[in-house]
C-alpha cells in the first residue's frame, strides 16, 4: 500500500508478506510474518521478531508511479508526481500531488493488435511519451528512449514479450516506466532493460530512471539457464 489515507484501522488479516509506503491511517491491527513500514503515519508499536514488524520512520528516496487523471471538463492526462526526500505520510495532503502534469495529447497510447517495436519506437523517436493498453506485446527489438527526460510508460498493466531486449533507456534522466512485465529468451537476448547514463551501472544521474510495479524475466519461452528467473523492481 503506498501513498494512501484510511480514516479507520487497516486490519492484516490473514496477509504474510507485507509493505506499506508513505501512508496515512488511525491505526493498525495484526501481524502476520513479516510487515514493513516506510514513512508511515502512525505505524504500529513493537518490532521485530516479535511482532514482525520492521519500520523506517522516513522514506529516504521515493516518487509514485505516475496515474492518469481527467478534469472537471473530461479531459484526460498523466500527472507524474516529483521526487521525494526524507518523506513521511501521503503526497496530496495538502491538495494535488506535487509534480507535473502532460497532457494526454503527448502520449502515444499503444495497443498489442497493432503495435510493434517499429511503430512503438517511430512514435518516441518523435517526443512521444507512451501508454501501453493492457496486452501481450510481441517486440521483436527493445524499445529505446534515446534522449533525457524520455517516455512514462506503461500507465496501464501490459506484458512486453521482448524477442530481442526489453528497454535500452540509453541517457541518464527521468525515465518513467510503471506496471509492466518485461519477458525474454534466455538464449536470445542478454537483457531486459537497462538504463542510466549510456545505459552503464553506477554512472552518476541527478535525475534518476523510476520503475515502479515492473516485473522482469526470462526463460519463459523453451529452455535454457535461468528458465523461469523473475525480478521485480
Known amino acids: 500500500m503506498s501513498d494512501s489515507l484510511v480514516d479507520g484501522n487497516v486490519d492484516s488479516g490473514s496477509q504474510q508478506q507485507w509493505i506499506s509506503l508513505n501512508c496515512d491511517w488511525k491505526s493498525w ?3 502476520n510474518w513479516n510487515m514493513v513500514f516506510v514513512g508511515v503515519v502512525h505505524p504500529p508499536e513493537g518490532a521485530s521478531p516479535s511482532p514482525p514488524y520492521t519500520k523506517m520512520a522516513h522514506t529516504p528516496v521515493v516518487r509514485e ?3 492518469l487523471q481527467a478534469n472537471a471538463a473530461g479531459e ?5 508526481p516529483e521526487l521525494y526526500s526524507d518523506s513521511v505520510g501521503i503526497t496530496w495532503r495538502g491538495g494535488e500531488t506535487p509534480g507535473e502534469t502532460i497532457p494526454i495529447t503527448r502520449f502515444y497510447i499503444a495497443r498489442p493488435d497493432v503495435d510493434t517495436a517499429e511503430t512503438i519506437n517511430a512514435q518516441l523517436a518523435q ?23 524520455g517516455a512514462g510508460a ?7 514479450d521482448e524477442g530481442h531486449g526489453g528497454d535500452d533507456d540509453g541517457r541518464c534522466g527521468r525515465d518513467r ?3 509492466a512485465t518485461l519477458r525474454r529468451g ?6 531486459a532493460a537497462g538504463g542510466g547514463a ?6 552518476p544521474c541527478e535525475r534518476p530512471d523510476h520503475a515502479a510495479r515492473c516485473f522482469l524475466s526470462r526463460g519463459w519461452r523453451g529452455s535454457g539457464p535461468g528458465q523461469g528467473e523473475t525480478g521485480w523492481w
Open 29 to 31: 491491527t495484526g501481524a
Open 76 to 80: 484526460f492526462s498523466v500527472r507524474v
Open 65 to 67: 508511479k505516475p496515474f
Open 198 to 203: 549510456g545505459g552503464k551501472p553506477g554512472a
Open 127 to 149: 517526443g512521444k511519451n507512451l501508454i501501453l493498453t493492457p496486452g501481450i506485446y510481441e517486440l521483436a527489438a527493445p524499445r529505446y528512449t534515446a534522449a533525457c527526460g
Open 177 to 179: 516506466d510503471c506496471g
Open 186 to 191: 534466455a538464449e536470445r537476448v542478454a537483457s
Open 154 to 160: 506503461g500507465v496501464c498493466d501490459a506484458t512486453s
